[in-house]
């Protein structure tokens, strides 16, 4: 993406931050930033030069909370999607949206809204066990793989190219889709993560093929980061939680990677 363009987007992505900002102050849900918003909080105080969009977390209990004010507590710019509200959406996480407007990714299928965003991640209780970890993140990636395809996304698009060995690769969970109505995978998947007792051990809940895993302390205690021209609040222990996601992240990347991930195929403002 060129970065006139991404002068542009940033500022729309920090507005949207601010009014999530001004929704879980005002009902009292602790938030964090999460993931490159993070990063970017401590190594640029703001936004990664090259970064499409932003990430908040919240501890299950808080996402739920958030869940069922958002939707009446955002200004009427703004919406809160989640696969309960949207059945073409199939991320085990929400976004707040920003109405009449678009920024689509190659791979997504067609939503109710599909403007800019800000990702919510609920963090969830892990097993103590690795092995009972590994269990879990195999069920609920599967559970995933066949809610993408019940919802019409194409992971296996790569901007305008077809990754074939992908797309075979998920001819089985599109004919599992087929069979399980939209409403039971969701079911089927958050009671698979309910099944999970509290404990010392957290993971964001995004279903990816890689895990990450937090101690749960880290997101108890928080702390004030600058981002841009605002402040927000973020794991007072950063270290351990940016060392967990990125290793050393105070290293920057090599230039050829310094771009968006996210395959933006159409923006209107």
């Known amino acids: 993406m060129e970065q006139e363009l991404l002068k542009k987007i940033q500022p729309v992505l920090l507005e949207m931050l601010k009014e999530i900002q001004r929704v879980c102050q005002a009902h009292d849900i602790p938030y964090v930033l ?3 918003t993070l990063l970017g909080a401590v190594r640029h105080r703001g936004f990664i030069p090259w970064d499409d969009d932003l990430d908040v977390a919240m501890l299950r209990a808080d996402y739920e909370k958030f869940c069922r004010i958002a939707p009446q507590a955002l200004g009427p710019a703004y919406c809160f999607q989640t696969w309960h509200n949207d059945p073409a959406y199939a991320q085990p996480f929400g976004k707040v949206r920003k109405r009449n407007t678009r920024y689509i990714e190659a791979k997504s299928a ?3 809204e599909n403007g800019f965003y800000v990702d919510v991640y609920p ?3 892990a097993p103590a066990a690795e092995k009972e970890r590994k269990a879990l993140a195999r069920q609920l990636l599967h559970l995933y793989r066949i809610k993408l395809m019940k919802s019409g ?3 296996w698009r790569e901007e305008t190219r ?9 001819l089985p969970y599109q004919a599992a889709a087929l069979c399980i109505p939209n409403g039971r995978l969701v079911e089927a998947y958050e009671k698979r993560i309910r099944r999970v007792p509290a404990g010392e051990i957290l993971y964001e809940q995004s279903a990816l093929p890689k895990t990450y895993y937090f101690e749960t302390a880290w997101f108890r205690e928080l702390g004030e980061y600058a981002f841009e021209d605002g402040s ?3 794991p007072k222990d950063f270290d351990a939680c940016l060392s967990a996601l990125y290793g050393d992240y105070m290293q920057l990347p090599p230039e050829g990677q310094r771009e968006n991930r996210h395959q933006i195929m159409e923006i209107l403002f």
């Not at 077809?162 to 998920?170: A, C, D, E, I, N």
């Open 34 to 36: 999460y993931r490159g």
């Open 110 to 112: 067609p939503l109710a």
């Open 123 to 125: 963090l969830d209780f």
């Open 153 to 155: 996304y194409t992971p």
């Open 162 to 170: 077809t990754v074939w060995k992908k797309r075979l690769g998920y």
């Open 232 to 234: 927000f609040r973020g």
